[in-house]
């Protein structure tokens, strides 16, 4: 009696067990995906907001110098023809496909022609397998996001401070700001300390430091005379003898502040690349020698 009751309950228990099992396994899904949506939504705000804006309107104003970036926009739709021949609108990254989106964030965009016109941003690389500060996982979720146009994800997910209302269209968005310890910088500079853990600058390769500065994306950012044509950050050309608006100049400094530009200054348009100690010395010396 005892085995026929059990192996009813066995039948009965096993069906449903699969039906609510695929309901939860469904459930999972969608949760891991909107998750992967809200990192991508993290990463736009503290790497793309400011270029492209905070809501993705495009064309933001930039802190560094109060020019619009050029950026386009990344929300909103297109027309195309549907499957019935007839012109329909859909959200703009159903009219490019997930390979060109996630190839675009990685590898940036050249400029037509070899310059960029003035006052245009060229798109810098991103993913580090062409000298970026974003791993793949990164690209996968900032594609995940964009296709998902969840725009209102990277307004709770920003925290800018008040003084950045100006770098862009969108309202600010309130949040907490995380204060490094140490002394601050300059009166003027926004620079909230001059120690972001980075090791002391020692002299480096100044022909190394020139690779860095064309390969790990900041061509992409600054105008040096000869080998760059960026507006998003400051002209670099005689930085080691003009220092750029309130920020110091030192090779000390600068290490510290490419090491991680948001602990220096939160809010600021760099972000922080991940370089070695070597490449941070090397990058710095080659600074150094533009005088």
Known sequence: MISVILTTL???????????????QYQASVALDQENIQRGADIFAANCSTCHGVQGQGNAIQPSNNKPSGAPPLRGYVTQLGPDG???QVPWTKSRNEDYIRKTISAGRPPLGGNPPPGQVVMPTW???????????????LVDFLESQQWNLVKQSAELPTAFAKA?????????????????????????TVDTGAAPYKPGSESAGKQVFETKGCTGCHT????????VGPNLTHI??????????TAAFMKQWIHN??????????????LTDQEL??????????K
Do not use: C, W
């Open 224 to 231: 040096i005379a000869g080998i760059s044509t960026g507006t």
């Open 10 to 24: 066995i039948v009965l228990i096993i069906p449903g067990y699969f039906m609510f099992e695929s309901q939860r």
């Open 168 to 192: 862009t269209p969108a309202a600010p968005v309130a949040g907490p700001q995380t204060v490094p310890a140490g002394a601050a910088g300059p009166a003027g500079s926004g620079i909230v």
């Open 127 to 141: 993913s580090d397998r062409f000298g970026g500060p974003l791993d793949d996982l990164s690209i996968d979720y």
């Open 261 to 274: 530009p948001p602990a220096a200054k939160p809010g600021t348009v760099m972000p922080n690349l991940g």
């Open 281 to 290: 010395n090397d990058v710095v010396t080659f600074l150094q020698t533009l």
């Open 240 to 249: 080691a003898t003009t220092p750029y608006d309130h920020f110091p100049n």
């Open 86 to 88: 007839k012109p329909q």
